[in-house]
T-cell receptor, first 114, second 109 residues
Framework: KAGVTQTPRYLIKTRGQQVTLSCSPISGHRSVSWYQQTPGQGLQFLFEYFSETQRNKGNFPGRFSGRQFSNSRSEMNVSTLELGDSALYLC?????????????FGSGTQLSVL | AQRVTQPEKLLSVFKGAPVELKCNYS??????LFWYVQYSRQRLQLLLR??SRESIKGFTADLNKGETSFHLKKPFAQEEDSAMYYC???????????FGPGTSLSVIP
């Protein structure tokens, strides 16, 4: 089976712009979680989707949003980018109904905001 | 809110020596606990789950509810154990997984 695929691998944006990141989970996985990873804050949970519904949410401002499609692929969107949004964004999928049974991570999208 | 702490940012041990990576959590209930590992140039991956009680690559983790700790141990460190280790917690099976800050383990040959 193919692993979790995230696109693009790298992104450079300027302040005020918006960005959309994509995640394709492992085939058959219905739970998709998103994390922001920075050197200072480590891995911070953004949100989790299951069967097209947001099931868990972290403590990020409303500029961060996501969605999941019927084929379980997920996207996350960040609007009005700030310099502090520069980070590695990781997506993880999980088999079964539980979001934490076993997280399979993608390689991430490295976002740089200038 | 639940929280996971890993007091050591960096840990160096000699090959063949025992290794213990510390993890403490703050949560009043009975959480699900995990250790994830990231080897150089590889993806973050699950090492072990408390609930499965498995021993993976010689690692075990002991849950101490009284001390709210979930330390990771291995009796004899190998060079290939050098990696970043993250302790993680979820309040329930259906809750989000939150991660500690991580400990970078370096095994000296």
């Amino acid at each position: 089976k193919a692993g979790v695929t995230q696109t693009p691998r790298y992104l450079i944006k300027t302040r005020g712009q918006q960005v959309t990141l994509s995640c394709s989970p492992i085939s058959g996985h219905r739970s998709v979680s998103w994390y922001q990873q920075t050197p200072g804050q480590g891995l911070q949970f953004l949100f989790e989707y299951f069967s097209e519904t947001q099931r868990n949410k972290g403590n990020f401002p409303g500029r961060f949003s996501g969605r999941q499609f019927s084929n379980s692929r997920s996207e996350m969107n960040v609007s009005t980018l700030e310099l502090g949004d520069s980070a590695l964004y990781l997506c993880a999928s999980s088999p079964g109904d539980s979001p934490n049974e076993k997280l399979f991570f993608g390689s991430g999208t490295q976002l740089s905001v200038l | 809110a639940q929280r996971v702490t890993q007091p050591e940012k960096l840990l160096s041990v000699f090959k063949g020596a025992p290794v213990e990576l510390k993890c403490n959590y703050s949560y009043s209930g009975s959480p699900e606990l995990f250790w994830y590992v990231q080897y150089s140039r590889q993806r973050l991956q699950l090492l072990l789950r408390h609930i499965s009680r498995e021993s993976i690559k010689g690692f075990t983790a002991d849950l101490n509810k009284g001390e709210t700790s979930f330390h990771l141990k291995k009796p004899f460190a190998q060079e290939e154990d050098s990696a970043m280790y993250y302790c993680a917690l979820a309040k329930t099976s259906y809750d989000k997984v939150i991660f500690g800050p991580g400990t970078s383990l370096s095994v000296i040959p």
